[in-house]
């Protein structure tokens, strides 16, 4: 029987288990052209990418349980020290130097705009978000970067207050986890999985 693959970390050591390797049967490949002669075969392969988050791990830890992660440079000798950023960088983009990790969600609650936004109606490969796809960039107070995100419910408009909603039910702990709404919408009416933390 087959297991998807697993990952733990124990004793300082990457643990796996289950199935990380599938046997696909081989097809032919044949010339249509010439009397369906063999010409080869797929060889089908699965890959299985063992990411690690390193530093950011917190950031998608939390998402899940409805909290917003960001990092501040407090290194006194920084030219730009208070710097807060969100995405959740780990290390300080002017010095360089390991930033503090901070809760950032009653912020993020109460002052994301949308700074700016686009409209996609053709996706890439993969894609499990609604279309159209409205991506936006969420701003908020006393932050120094500029997040990209979707909205899931609502239309955009520069300058729109948005609130964020996580996938507390069944989290993937990726940044599908994180995604918003305009303001007002009942926690009823978010899509299956998300709730506002
Ligand atoms: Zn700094």
Not at 89 to 100: G, M, Q, V, Y
Request: charged share 20%; net charge negative; aromatic share 10%.
């Amino acid at each position: 029987m087959s297991i998807f693959g697993t990952v733990q970390v124990k004793d300082g050591k990457y643990k796996i288990k289950g199935d990380f390797h599938h046997i696909t049967p081989n097809q032919p490949i044949r010339n249509a052209d010439e009397g369906w002669r063999l010409v080869g075969v797929t060889n089908p392969r699965e890959i299985i990418h063992i990411h690690t988050y390193g530093g950011e791990a917190p950031f998608f830890e939390n998402l899940g349980k409805g909290k917003i992660y960001a990092t501040r440079c407090d290194n006194p000798d920084c030219e730009f020290k208070g710097t807060i950023y969100l995405p959740f960088r780990i290390h300080c983009a002017d010095c360089l130097s390991k930033n503090t990790v901070i809760d950032l969600t009653d912020v993020c609650k109460t002052t994301a705009r949308i700074h700016s936004f686009m409209i996609c109606e053709r996706s890439g490969a993969f894609n499990t978000l609604e279309k159209p796809i409205k991506f936006i960039n969420v701003e908020f107070d006393g932050v120094d970067t500029i997040l990209m995100s979707y909205l899931q419910i609502g239309n955009p408009a520069i300058g729109d207050k948005v609130v964020p909603i996580f996938r507390t039910v069944n989290p993937t702990y990726t940044i599908q986890d994180l995604s918003w709404v305009v303001e007002g919408v009942p926690e009823s009416d978010l899509p299956e999985g998300f709730t506002y933390g």
